[in-house]
């Protein structure tokens, strides 16, 4: 089945903590890239990578760190968590930049 | 400063009637457009997508149109079913980035 697939779902953690969001789809995809979602603001993307070892900023990347070492999979990063990092986030791949998306199911972290 | 703006929160319509999710933008050099779904704790699902060069795009029950000189478009669902229900999101990226800018959602509910 295709799909992309996030670890852990929920994650409650201290503040300045070093933590770990995994990502891995299997469909082969070039593209991917990190969203949290806040009430009000609706999703905002964090960093993007068009394919292995490349890598960008979205809108909100700073606090966050990713990697792009094989095509199935990209970390989000988070070395020193605030709470202000509190939110939902999604991983997301396409097989092209300009294509649909397919989201994974979400991870709710709670920093403390 | 919000690029993409869904400024109605929320809609309510009656199975069977047309439901349109409308979304402004503001950055000009937007050509890539899309919708996705989505229902509470999954991640969005892409719904259907429409390029610059086109004004309308139609897949079964739903159309997108975009007016670019009013830098607006909207998603027309026909007939509207209580399966329908769910928040809605619009994504625009804009051209030679592979950015993209969502919107904060509409949550609509289809009432039977």
């Known amino acids: 089945e295709a799909q992309v697939t996030q670890n852990p779902r929920y994650l409650i953690t201290v503040t300045g903590k070093k933590l770990t969001v995994t990502c891995s789809q299997n469909?082969?995809?070039?593209?991917m890239s990190w969203y949290r979602q806040d009430p009000g603001l609706g999703l905002r993307q964090i960093y993007y990578?068009?394919?292995?070892?490349?890598?960008d900023k979205g809108d909100v990347p700073e606090g966050y760190k990713v990697s792009r070492k094989e095509k199935r999979n990209f970390p989000l990063i988070l070395e020193s968590p605030s709470p202000n990092q509190t939110s939902l986030y999604f991983c997301?791949?396409?097989?092209?930049?300009?294509?649909?998306?397919?989201f994974g199911q979400g991870t709710r972290l709670t920093v403390v | 400063d919000q690029q993409v703006k869904q400024n109605s929160p929320s809609l309510s319509v009656q199975e069977g009637r047309i439901s349109i999710l409308n979304c402004d933008y503001t950055?000009?050099?937007?050509?890539?457009f899309l919708w996705y779904k989505k229902y509470p704790a999954e991640g969005p699902t892409f719904l259907i997508s429409?390029?610059?060069?086109?004004d309308k795009n139609e897949d079964g029950r739903f159309t997108v149109f975009l007016n670019k000189s009013a830098k607006h478009l909207s998603l027309h669902i026909v007939p509207s079913q209580p399966g329908d229900s769910a928040v809605y999101f619009c994504a625009a990226s804009a051209s030679g980035t592979y950015k993209y800018i969502f919107g904060t959602g509409t949550r609509l509910k289809v009432l039977a």
């Open positions: 429409i390029s610059s060069i086109k």
């Open positions: 469909m082969n995809h070039e593209y």
């Open positions: 990578s068009m394919n292995v070892e490349v890598t």
């Open positions: 997301a791949s396409s097989f092209a930049a300009r294509t649909e998306a397919f």
């Open positions: 950055n000009s050099m937007f050509d890539y």
